[in-house]
């Protein structure tokens, strides 16, 4: 769902990258909340998996593919504040690098894939935390349905900004039915792999998800050698769920998880136009489309410049971006996390 140039026109982009700006101003000082000991090492590393998993265009229907939007992950792994900021990095990255949604679209894509799509996937994953048992499977279950809203829900909010900005004169409704619906199929595929991947995380490391928080185990007694639930009367003997690997190691399986899946999983991807680019192509949308300004990168659509081998060269940009995304992503939390150390100064708890 990555709009090019051209889509919307100047005054309704400018529009855009105004609440963009504001409302990462309002994630960055949100973030110092969130970004913990645990989760700030965790943040830069989520940041880097959404640019590989995104490279990995799935088949959906009628010559159409599409790809994680990772707004719903990223929010339930490492908080909804820090969340806008991690997919905000990855589009920051695409469109510089890459040439992948357009510079003067970078407002419109910030607002509608990193914040529609993480307030109300965090939105519906809390409202359904709250009435379902407080467990691991219940966790994965919330992250399903969240991620699974999300996406129309960003369609929804192109199909707004389009009708209100859009550079060609096509009947809204039309837009609004083929945007949903295919995004609606879209979906099913971000919800599967958020849950997935919420799920993995869960097993291993309770503690390092943001959404888990609080999420508690019943204790268990050993009863002619199997294990049994203590007795709900004694259901106050709780205890956390335990850690089952080091941080350390979670970090280098995830970063080494999104190399091999940029570097050459990606190869395999569809070909297909995803969601946006088919319903522009359909419905004629993209008849103002503009080049990109970044259109002769080095690593423009994903390749690497005179390697003429074309998995050889997807494969290196794949690698090189989830890199460049890694450390500018790691980069932006680590100061945010030392802004939180400096607001929690000894003068400042001495006041508490």
């Given amino acids: 769902m990555h709009v090019p140039d051209g889509f919307i026109n100047a005054p309704t982009s400018a529009v855009t990258g105004v609440v963009a700006a504001g409302a990462i101003a309002v994630s960055l000082r949100g973030a110092r909340r969130e970004l913990d000991e645990r989760t700030a090492p965790l943040a830069g590393l989520v940041a880097a998996f959404i640019f590989a998993v995104q490279m990995l265009n799935f088949p959906v229907a009628a010559g159409t593919s599409g790809h994680l939007l990772g707004g719903a992950l990223a929010a339930i792994l490492v908080g909804p504040f820090t969340g806008v900021l991690c997919v905000s990095v990855v589009l920051l990255m695409q469109g510089i690098l890459f040439a992948d949604g357009g510079l003067t679209a970078l407002g419109v894509n910030i607002a509608d894939m990193a914040i529609v799509t993480t307030v109300v996937a965090y939105a519906v994953f809390r409202g359904l935390v709250k ?4 467990t691991r499977r219940s966790v994965t279950v919330a992250s399903f349905v969240a991620a699974l809203l999300s996406v129309p829900a960003a369609a929804v909010a192109f199909t707004f900004v389009y009708w209100i900005g859009g550079t060609t004169d096509v009947a809204i409704g039309k837009v609004a039915t083929a945007m ?3 995004h609606v199929l879209i979906g099913v595929g971000e919800a599967a792999i958020t849950a997935l991947t919420v799920g993995a995380v869960i097993a291993v490391r309770p503690d390092l998800v943001y959404g888990a928080r609080g999420l508690r185990q019943r204790l268990k007694l050993r009863v002619n050698g199997a294990l049994v639930d203590v007795p709900a009367a004694e259901g106050a003997r709780t205890a956390p769920v335990a850690a089952r690997t080091s941080r350390g190691t979670l970090w280098a399986t995830g970063l080494v998880t999104s190399l091999v899946l940029a570097g050459f999983v990606s190869f395999y991807a569809s070909a297909s136009p995803d969601g946006l680019e088919k319903v522009a192509a359909d419905q004629g949308i993209d008849r103002k489309t503009e080049k990109h300004a ?6 423009a659509d994903y390749g690497v410049k005179d390697v003429t081998d074309a998995q050889l060269s997807g494969g290196l940009a794949g690698v090189i971006g989830v890199g460049v995304t890694a450390v500018a992503g790691s980069t932006v939390f680590w100061v945010v996390r030392r802004r939180r150390a ?11």
Avoid at 131 to 134: I, Y
Avoid at 342 to 352: F, G, H
């Fill in 131 to 134: 009435v379902l048992p407080r």
């Fill in 180 to 182: 949903v619906g295919v």
């Fill in 294 to 299: 970044s259109s002769d990168s080095p690593l």
């Fill in 342 to 352: 400096a607001d929690v100064s000894p003068t400042a708890a001495e006041n508490v």
